[in-house]
């Protein structure tokens, strides 16, 4: 079955940085794109960052010039890596993937908390 666990949260001070990962099991990694959302608490849940299958990455304009994603094929990972990190971008990040015939998919979460 689609498996997709987020870690890499975590409490950090105001300009820090986090990387969060996303392991994939259950379906062929390397032709699916992955995206990242996050959800604060009181807000909906909003776009981070996509990578796609050929490694074409996007940002939503509030991650754009301070994340970057990336994936590994080999180990069926993608990564997050977040720097300049702000109160506001405090939020559980989960990591989804759309997969043809098989539906949505999402982990269960990692709580990042941007606090000093």
């Known amino acids: 079955q689609v498996q997709l666990v987020e870690s890499g949260g975590g409490l950090v001070q105001p300009g820090g940085s986090l990387t969060l990962s996303c392991a994939a099991s259950?379906?062929?990694?390397?032709?699916?794109?992955i995206n990242w959302y996050r959800q604060a608490p009181g807000k909906q849940r909003e776009y981070v960052a996509s990578i796609s299958s050929a490694s074409i990455t996007y940002y939503a304009p509030s991650m754009k010039g301070r994340s970057a994603i990336s994936r590994d094929n080999t180990k069926n990972v993608v990564y997050l890596q977040m720097n300049a990190l702000q109160p506001e971008d405090t939020a559980v990040y989960y990591c989804n993937a759309k997969i043809s015939g098989r539906g949505d998919h999402w982990g269960q979460g990692t709580q990042v908390t941007v606090s000093s």
């Open positions: 259950g379906f062929t990694f390397s032709a699916y794109g």
